[in-house]
């Protein structure tokens, strides 16, 4: 029996109970289609027949049709789905079998690069990388100087003025233990500046010999000895050269950052701050305990006592009555930690008081720093 529906005949084998291909499993608005019979009553033959043909329908079913706006942007996502459900090992595990060249290019060319641009720091010894020559640390000192004297020359004292003469008096008695070049040397030029701020317990030195002292400081200094503390230890940052050292290493955060964001799959902001968390702050209060280190002893070797040091950072802790953040989210050591190393490093500084023959000189206090 073949029933009006039919237009054209499917390729599909069907057990002879009288009715067509296009009755069996469709739908037909003739009345002479009769329902087919269930899949159990076929033949073993047609019952695959009929299930290799659903499994067909139902794969062709899954290639739906996708807006133009919609492919390479949700393939994009699902991509993006697809590595973030992996962890960490993986990702590592991933990268090292799929870019396992790159990953050894960069090693091996970052740590040639690395080796042969170690060198040692002056006074401690301390290795470090650095590629930053001294001429171009002091470029970037230029530029820095500009912009400081741009923000602050209308607050800046007189060069006649009681503070601009203590300091820079201080800044002549450093520098010869310093080792840095005097102003006309080397084409340093050294200028002494006080900031008339004194809301800020701040100095600092830029390279190239520009010394800034804000007024806030000075009744904390009390005294030229514990001027001598806080300028030496600026100073020891330009002896040290960490304006360089923090250049050079910022590559090899950079390189650690995308890593990071790689493997562990967070976002560039994370990444960095995880990268300044690991690398960034320990480096940079590695530096600042240096500088203590060696401003102490540049400061013994000009005849001012070490023991003002340990004073000084008693006194800068009760100044500083702001409760400071945890030591390994800042960048500098907490006061305590600093003046209990540098209880560590009197017996090193009194000999160098000692050998200068700076016994019988002493240093009162100035009037002009209470």
Same mark, same amino acid.
């Given at each position: ?145 500009? $912009? =400081?004297? #741009? ?7 007189? @060069?006649?003025?009681? &503070?601009?003469?203590?300091? !820079? ?118 530096? $600042? =305990?240096? #500088? ?7 400061? @013994?070797?000009?005849? &001012?006592?070490?023991?003002? !040091? ?61």
């Amino acid at each position: 029996m073949q029933c009006g529906c039919m237009r054209a005949r499917l390729p599909l084998q069907v057990p002879s109970f009288g009715l067509s291909a296009r009755c069996a499993g469709f739908y037909s608005p003739r009345p002479g289609c009769v329902p087919p019979p269930s899949l159990a009553q076929a033949s073993p033959s047609v019952q695959q027949q009929l299930l290799r043909g659903r499994q067909t329908q139902t794969r062709f079913s899954s290639y739906r049709y996708r807006r133009f706006d919609e492919g390479p942007q949700q393939h994009q996502q699902q991509k993006g789905q697809t590595w973030s459900r992996f962890g960490p090992v993986y990702r590592a595990q991933y990268i090292w079998r799929n870019y396992r060249n790159v990953v050894v290019g960069i090693v091996v060319v970052g740590g040639v690069v690395y080796v042969t641009n170690l060198e040692k720091v002056p006074f401690t010894g301390r290795l470090r990388f650095n590629v930053v020559s001294a001429e171009m640390e002091k470029q970037m000192g230029t530029a820095s100087y500009d $912009e =400081i004297l #741009a923000e602050f020359g209308n607050r800046i004292l007189p @060069a006649n003025h009681p &503070y601009t003469l203590l300091t !820079a008096r201080v800044v002549e008695r450093l520098l010869p233990a310093s080792g840095l070049p005097s102003s006309g040397d080397d084409g340093n030029e050294w200028r002494v500046h006080v900031i008339d701020e004194p809301s800020q317990l701040n100095a600092f030195v830029i390279p190239g010999g520009k010394v800034f002292v804000f007024t806030g400081i000075l009744p904390v200094a009390r005294d030229e000895a514990g001027l001598a503390t806080i300028l030496g230890h600026e100073i020891a940052h330009n002896v040290a050269h960490h304006s360089a050292e923090r250049l050079s290493s910022s590559g090899f955060v950079l390189l650690f950052a995308i890593a990071a964001s790689l493997i562990f799959d967070v976002s560039g902001n994370l990444a960095k701050s995880l990268a300044d968390l690991l690398l960034t702050l320990p480096n940079s209060r590695t530096q $600042e =305990i240096e #500088a203590d280190h060696i401003g102490l002893l540049i400061m @013994a070797e000009s005849c &001012y006592p070490p023991a003002a !040091a340990v004073d000084l950072w008693t006194r800068m802790d009760e100044a500083q009555k702001v409760a400071a953040p945890p030591q390994f989210l800042s960048t500098h050591p907490t006061n305590y930690n600093r003046r209990e190393l540098i209880r560590g490093w009197l017996p090193q500084a009194e000999d160098k008081y000692e050998n200068a023959q700076c016994a019988a000189q002493s240093r009162p206090c100035s009037p002009c720093c209470q």
